[in-house]
């Protein structure tokens, strides 16, 4: 008896790295290959665990079971109708309200000089402004970083990032380059960045999975990720809810990824500053 198999070609070479058989056919790779009975059974077996095991290694290659995003027609005025693990994504505040994020209050309110100096950021380091906006933080970034380090001042919208640059220009200011982020790429290059800063910024990604995703995938290993939201634990900070985030939140959001929580900051009035570190890779 004898079992006739089709597989394509890179089935074929998948099956030579994951199972060698003394076949004197499989490096032609022929679409078609005809093998006693047993053999066959065994094999086309075998390339069922083989399928099942580059499913579950490569999850982004397959559909979930369950939908990553939800939608309602009902839901709050101030998010997008679009829930992620039992969130409402809220609405991206525009380029409209830039003065609000400059306000002379801003320091009192937040404590805004208090921010920065627990993080160390060093002379040199690569840092993200992620959701930079008017740029209220990258300047004191680029200061931190020094010339010899960078900044991405990173925003969606080409109208903050031009602000951005009129003041660059304004300040003569080197070490800040501006990039154009879409809803899912953050565009940042891969194993190059020592901290990426997000203040009230993260409740707004549309699609934090993806987003996240590429974060991670440009962090250096070690390299951190810095949440800054307003305290959603706390009904008396006066910010919508939509715009709050609490630690448990955030950290269940980040449990999937290669990053493990390092200490969540409660020095601010208003916000709490969640830090989570790139892990080491696996020898």
């Not at 290959?33 to 290694?57: E, H, K, N, Q």
């Amino acid at each position: 008896m004898r079992l006739r198999i089709r597989i394509s070609l890179q089935q074929c070479r998948e099956f030579r790295v994951a199972f060698p058989v003394p076949c004197r056919k499989m490096n032609a790779c022929r679409p078609s290959v005809f093998l006693p009975g047993s053999i066959a059974m065994r094999i086309a077996l075998s390339f069922i665990v083989l399928a099942s095991s580059v499913g579950s290694l490569h999850a982004g290659d397959v559909k979930d079971a369950k939908p990553r995003y939800e939608t309602k027609k009902d839901h709050d005025p101030d998010g997008i109708g679009k829930f992620y693990l039992g969130r409402e994504i809220a609405q991206v505040m525009s380029y409209h309200g830039a003065g609000w994020l400059e306000r002379p209050e801003r320091e009192k309110e937040e404590r805004v000089s208090k921010l920065l100096p627990p993080l160390k950021i060093k002379p040199g380091d690569v840092v993200v402004d992620m959701g930079a906006g008017s740029g209220f933080y990258t300047f004191r970034l680029a200061d931190l970083v020094g010339e010899k380090g960078k900044v991405y001042a990173v925003d969606i919208q080409k109208e903050m990032l031009k602000i951005i640059k009129g003041r660059m220009m304004k300040k003569g200011v080197k070490n800040v380059e501006l990039v154009q982020s879409t809803v899912q790429d953050p565009k940042l290059p891969d194993n190059s960045v020592d901290l990426i800063f997000m203040v009230d910024v993260y409740h707004e990604f549309s699609h934090p999975y993806e987003m996240t995703a590429k974060m991670v995938k440009a962090l250096k290993p070690g390299g951190r990720l810095v949440f800054v939201e307003y305290r959603g634990e706390d009904p008396e900070v006066p910010i919508k809810l939509l715009h709050k985030m609490t630690e448990k939140q955030v950290r269940r959001e980040m449990e999937i990824w290669p990053v493990r929580h390092v200490e969540t900051q409660g020095h601010l009035p208003w916000q709490h500053v969640m830090i989570f570190e790139k892990k080491q890779p696996t020898p």
